[in-house]
């Protein structure tokens, strides 16, 4: 059974992982370029590089 959980662990962070890189590919390769500002803290880090000049990856 402990092999079980293990197992299931490792595949919940594989998903989280593929999730993570699809958010990335998506803001990177779509609404960045596109300047689309979405909700959440994606938009706010859109709207302040457009607003203050500033990388997306500081905010």
């Known amino acids: 059974m402990?092999?079980?959980?293990k197992y299931d662990y490792l595949i919940q962070c594989i998903q989280?992982?593929?999730g993570y890189i699809i958010?990335?590919?998506g803001f990177n390769l779509f609404l960045k370029p596109n300047q689309i500002a979405s909700g959440?803290?994606?938009g706010i880090s859109l709207l302040a590089q457009k607003i203050f000049q500033i990388s997306c990856c500081q905010i």
């Open 40 to 42: 959440g803290i994606v």
């Open 2 to 5: 402990i092999k079980d959980y």
């Open 16 to 18: 989280v992982i593929i």
């Open 23 to 25: 958010t990335a590919l």
